[in-house]
Structure formats: structure tokens, C-alpha cells
């Protein structure tokens, strides 16, 4: 299993930038994804971005796009979300995810693993 903690939410305005981070614990295979997923209050869970574990790929979601950047680091077993100008929107709980399995998916159930969620809070 692969316990994950995020780390880096906060209240922040609107145009400022945060950085969340996720720490795994636990062994993550060369073709595995970590992933980015947000929810707000009444809404679903939503994919926010991937990187695949052995090279980096990512992927994003279109509302992020441009504005967001993920990064893995797998000496340190770290993934990091940098937002930079953030909006009221990206108001979220944010959660750090592990897929095993090949393919890009961004979809929630695809994902097995999953941190405990960090606050982002923006104001306007």
C-alpha cells in the first residue's frame, strides 16, 4: 500500500500562487501515475493534473491548463502541484492520488490510492 500526505494549502487571493506537495511512503512502479484531484462543497471529485511516475509526463485538465504545473520527484518520493494565478474556482480540497495501471485516466475510481486532502482556499 502507498500512504500518501499532502501538504501546502491555504487562504490565499486571487492571482496569488501556492504550492502543494505530497509525500509517499511506499513503493511506486516505474509505469504508475500520480495525480491531482480537487473537490469542492456539492461537487464531485474532479481531475486536476498527472505525471507518470518513471518519466514525468503530465496531463492536465483543461481549467488548469497554463496556470498549473505538476512534478514528481523520484528520489524523494515527492509530488508537487505549483498554482500560479489562482482563482475563486480552484476553491477546493485538494488530493494527492496513485494509479496503478497503465494509461493516462482521469477518472477518480481509477485511482487506488489517495492522501487525506489539503484546504486551498481562494478569495477574491
Known amino acids: 500500500q502507498v500512504q500518501l500526505v499532502e501538504s501546502g494549502g491555504g487562504l490565499v487571493q486571487a492571482g496569488d500562487s501556492l504550492r502543494l506537495s505530497c509525500a509517499a511512503s511506499?513503493?511506486?512502479?516505474?509505469?504508475?501515475?500520480v495525480g491531482w484531484f480537487r473537490q469542492a462543497p456539492g461537487k464531485e471529485r474532479e481531475f486536476v493534473a498527472s505525471a507518470l511516475w518513471s518519466d514525468g509526463t503530465t496531463n492536465y485538465a483543461d481549467s488548469v491548463k497554463g496556470r498549473f504545473t505538476i512534478s514528481r520527484d523520484n528520489t524523494k518520493n515527492t509530488v508537487s502541484l505549483q498554482m500560479n494565478s489562482l482563482k475563486p474556482e480552484d476553491t477546493a480540497v485538494y488530493y494527492c492520488?496513485?494509479?496503478?495501471?497503465?494509461?493516462?485516466?482521469?477518472?477518480?475510481?481509477?485511482?487506488?490510492?489517495w492522501g487525506q486532502g489539503t484546504q486551498v482556499t481562494v478569495s477574491s
Open positions: 492520488a496513485v494509479r496503478r495501471g497503465l494509461g493516462v485516466r482521469t477518472e477518480a475510481w481509477a485511482y487506488t490510492d
Open positions: 511506499g513503493r511506486i512502479f516505474s509505469y504508475w501515475f
